[in-house]
């Protein structure tokens, strides 16, 4: 069992940054794709970023790519979604996942996680 809990949001100015942070309880990230997804009121949940821990490699929303980076750190069973740049639209509640049986294809789809963490909110506006 894999306990998430997301923090790090807030309200934040056009182009202003938020790091947001997902820490696991009860185990490390070895061999777990971890992603970030983002829903705003009235709309569907959207793939943002992914970290798939063996080899780190990462995938990006288009509309997130060159603004966004997702890191991790094993030790402290932790990963990081530095966000830059941020824009009105980017407003949603923000929610870590985690599974640890996903094929490429499958990373950008919500429904195949098996963990998720509690959501932070994150707000951009003037």
């Known amino acids: 069992q894999v306990q998430l809990v997301e923090s790090g949001g807030g309200l934040v100015q056009p182009g202003g940054s938020l790091r947001l942070s997902c820490a696991a309880s009860?185990?490390?990230?070895?061999?777990?794709?971890v992603a970030w997804f983002r829903q705003a009121p009235g709309k569907e949940r959207e793939f943002v970023a992914a970290l798939k821990w063996r080899g780190r490699h990462t995938y990006y929303e288009d509309s997130v790519q060159g603004r966004f980076t997702i890191s991790g750190d094993n030790a402290k069973a932790t990963v990081f979604l530095q966000m830059n740049g941020l824009q009105p639209e980017d407003t949603a509640a923000y929610y870590c996942?985690?599974?640890?049986?996903?094929?490429?294809?499958?990373?950008?789809?919500?429904?195949?996680?098996?963990?998720w963490g509690q959501g932070t909110q994150v707000t951009v506006s003037s």
């Open positions: 996942a985690a599974d640890a049986h996903l094929i490429q294809s499958s990373i950008s789809q919500s429904s195949q996680y098996d963990y």
């Open positions: 009860g185990r490390t990230f070895n061999n777990y794709v």
